[in-house]
């Protein structure tokens, strides 16, 4: 199987339920501020999971655990490989939830009727995205996509401070407009995908939350939430 990392149960992965989360290695971007720079790198020096082994963890858990959550790495690289995996896991009754960059618009059809709940990246303007090693015009149709059906859709933007200001959040803001909601993560320099990524500073949250209540007022609405 695919999966490079197991978190057998987390009570912030899936909104309101308990989940088991997988990590699944590489990655098609480079984005400097990645938390998860091993599973981009090094996947292969990290174990296997056996999905087999998943499998029985999660039919031993039937009544304790709500959802499963497949998070990278980007998990649309192995959509082919998802699918199999992912119906047995549907076929158990468990929700599912899938993380993705947004980059892959037909792996992402491939799954779609399997996922309850989407986590979509949205990094930068869809403009700047070449700053991440993307194409914005793809992130664009699969957040179109996802918007359509509101209730499946997370959305969520590191606000990293090379890449992030009031200005370009006021941008994406606008192709949001009608988004359930915008989760703000703030970066954290601890570990990174890139060196340079070390030296910067995050944002202090104080600014966060006047640039999030600047937005919220200028859309008449409570779009952005901060994790910080
Ligand atoms: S942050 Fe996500 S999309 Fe960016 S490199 Fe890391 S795993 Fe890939």
Redesign the pocket.
């Known amino acids: 199987m695919v999966f490079r990392g197991w978190h057998r149960v987390s009570h912030i992965e899936y909104p309101g339920r308990i989940a088991t989360v997988l990590f699944v290695a590489r990655?098609?971007?480079?984005?400097p501020?990645?938390?998860?720079?091993e599973?981009?790198t090094e996947s292969e020096s990290l174990p296997h999971i056996d999905g087999e082994e998943v499998l029985e963890y999660l039919r031993k858990r039937l009544g304790l655990l709500d959802a499963v959550c497949v998070t990278?790495?980007?998990p649309l690289l192995w959509a082919r490989e998802l699918r199999p995996f992912l119906e047995r896991v549907k076929e158990l009754g468990y929700l599912i939830k899938v993380d993705t960059?947004g980059s892959l618009y037909e792996e992402f059809l491939t799954l779609e009727d399997l996922v309850d709940l989407w986590g979509v990246?949205f990094?930068v303007p869809f403009a700047r995205y070449d700053l991440?090693?993307g194409r914005g015009e793809v992130v664009e149709r699969v957040l179109q996509r996802v918007l359509k059906r509101r209730t499946c859709a997370e959305i969520r933007t590191?606000i990293y401070p090379p890449l992030h200001d009031l200005v370009t959040l006021l941008e994406m803001a606008r192709f949001l407009r009608e988004a359930p909601v915008w989760y703000w993560q703030n970066f954290h320099r601890e570990k990174t995908?890139s060196p340079e990524a070390k030296e910067v500073v995050p944002y202090p949250p104080s600014l966060l939350e006047k640039w999030r209540d600047t937005i919220n007022r200028e859309l008449r609405r409570d779009l952005v939430t901060l994790r910080l």
Do not use: A, I, R, S
Request: charged share 15%.
């Open positions: 990655c098609n971007f480079c984005c501020f990645c938390h998860n720079p599973l981009v990278g790495g980007e960059n990246d990094k991440v090693g590191t995908l």
